[in-house]
């Protein structure tokens, strides 16, 4: 079954700005179309999105059930969560305000389960960003079902049955491996997408072998939420180690994101965007 319709992005949208360097095994954008392979009613369905000129997003969806698949798929691209709010209120903010132009109408995009958020948050921890996604990349293939030439995201039943010593030979360091097989049988990522932010920070970081950051982007991609930032995002340290003049740590990045607020998490995505561009 095949569905074609048009989403009307709330606020300022650019689906080019928002996919770049977003590539992973789940999903590319290439030639100003986004496919993504996903998961609906426990079938594989892939989806095409691409932008008009005038903003909206055309989006096909391929698989036995298309229509109801697009409520995952907009969410996955963050269409409905209008951040206008999020630019007026800091047009004017030394550091974000330049931001706010260069990379106009950047979201997070999101992933299509919890799991695969988790497995990008232990990947990345403490390591440069490039090495994450080959990591990433290799455990993906490894553990996940291939389908049109992508592979379809993790699920909690995805590591449970797995060994950590498995993880290890696709490049996972043994704690992290630990840590995902140990989530993946103890703990439904997925009920989080029920809870309070606070109640979904608090309950990551209590979490052998997560913690803020972890809990930051698991918040951001695979909830879906803008409220907590990327307290020790190596790309953040940098930025606080050129503000400082001297190396700074985690506790520095919480202390630079805690006047965005409520939007902190998309003041992280933001600000390291100003660092690359």
């Known amino acids: 079954m095949q569905f074609e319709t048009t989403i009307a992005p709330r606020g300022p949208y650019s689906l080019a700005r928002s996919a770049r360097m977003r590539s992973d095994e789940t999903r590319f954008f290439r030639d100003g179309v986004l496919t993504v392979a996903f998961e609906h009613e426990a079938q594989a369905h892939v989806a095409r999105t691409w932008q008009r000129a005038d903003g909206r997003l055309d989006v096909r969806i391929d698989g036995p059930h298309a229509r109801a698949a697009l409520e995952p798929m907009r969410f996955m691209l963050a269409a409905d969560d209008d951040h206008s709010a999020f630019v007026e209120e800091f047009r004017g903010d030394p550091l974000l305000g330049p931001v706010l132009g260069r990379v106009r109408g950047l979201r997070p995009l999101r992933v299509a389960t919890v799991t695969h958020a988790l497995v990008k948050a232990v990947c990345g921890q403490l390591i440069q960003a490039r090495e994450a996604r080959l990591?990433?990349?290799?455990?993906?293939?490894?553990?996940?079902?291939?389908?049109?030439?992508?592979?379809?995201?993790?699920?909690?039943?995805?590591?449970?049955?797995?060994?950590?010593?498995?993880?290890?030979?696709?490049?996972?360091?043994?704690?992290?491996?630990?840590?995902?097989?140990?989530?993946?049988?103890?703990?439904?990522?997925?009920?989080?997408?029920?809870?309070?932010?606070?109640?979904?920070?608090?309950?990551?970081?209590?979490?052998?072998?997560?913690?803020?950051?972890?809990?930051?982007?698991?918040?951001?991609?695979?909830?879906?939420?803008?409220?907590?930032?990327?307290?020790?995002?190596?790309?953040?340290?940098?930025?606080?180690?050129?503000?400082?003049?001297?190396?700074?740590?985690?506790?520095?990045?919480?202390?630079?994101?805690?006047?965005?607020?409520?939007?902190?998490?998309?003041?992280?995505?933001?600000?390291?965007?100003?660092?690359?561009?």
């Open 135 to 277: 990591i990433e990349a290799r455990l993906l293939r490894a553990a996940t079902p291939e389908h049109e030439g992508l592979h379809l995201p993790p699920t909690r039943s995805t590591f449970a049955g797995i060994a950590p010593a498995s993880l290890m030979r696709q490049g996972l360091a043994a704690r992290k491996a630990a840590t995902l097989v140990r989530l993946s049988r103890t703990f439904d990522l997925e009920r989080l997408r029920d809870v309070a932010s606070t109640k979904a920070v608090t309950r990551i970081e209590a979490e052998r072998g997560l913690g803020p950051w972890s809990a930051g982007v698991i918040s951001l991609y695979g909830l879906g939420r803008f409220d907590h930032g990327l307290v020790g995002d190596l790309g953040l340290v940098k930025l606080c180690s050129r503000l400082a003049g001297r190396w700074a740590t985690a506790e520095d990045t919480r202390e630079l994101l805690a006047p965005y607020g409520e939007w902190s998490g998309l003041a992280s995505v933001y600000l390291l965007a100003g660092a690359k561009n």
